[in-house]
């Protein structure tokens, strides 16, 4: 069973910045895009980033490009999601989802294409 932790939540002041580890203990990264996603209440899921199992292909939100960055550290089997200039609007509940894939330069900003989810970290955007 593939697992997700998701770490780095927490309450920052607008133009703040938060960086999110999402540690996928149980397989190999070269094999699975990672997307992240965020619900805030009363709202939908959605997209934010995502990287794909190459590592060569990212892709951002408009929401947020320029200002998150998504990475990967192979060896420690983690995924980073650096937030920067956070505004208010950021506050959500962030998840990151794995999808096998294969060695592919792909990703995917559809939450239904992916699989195996973490179990959230909260994000607060508040003064």
């Known amino acids: 069973q593939l697992q997700l932790v998701e770490s780095g939540g927490g309450l920052v002041q607008p133009g703040g910045s938060l960086r999110l580890s999402c540690l996928a203990s149980?397989?190999?990264?070269?094999?699975?895009?990672i997307g992240w996603f965020r619900q805030a209440p009363g709202k939908e899921r959605e997209g934010v980033s995502c990287i794909s199992s190459s590592g060569g292909k990212t892709n951002y939100a408009d929401s947020v490009k320029g200002r998150f960055t998504v990475s990967r550290d192979i060896a420690k089997k983690m995924v980073y999601l650096q937030m920067n200039s956070l505004k208010p609007e950021d506050t959500a509940v962030y998840y990151c989802?794995?999808?096998?894939?294969?060695?592919?330069?792909?990703?995917?900003?559809?939450?239904?294409?992916?699989?195996?989810w973490g179990q959230g970290t909260q994000v607060t955007v508040s003064s």
């Open positions: 149980s397989f190999s990264l070269d094999n699975y895009a």
């Open positions: 989802a794995a999808h096998g894939t294969g060695p592919m330069p792909v990703c995917f900003d559809t939450p239904a294409v992916y699989r195996y």
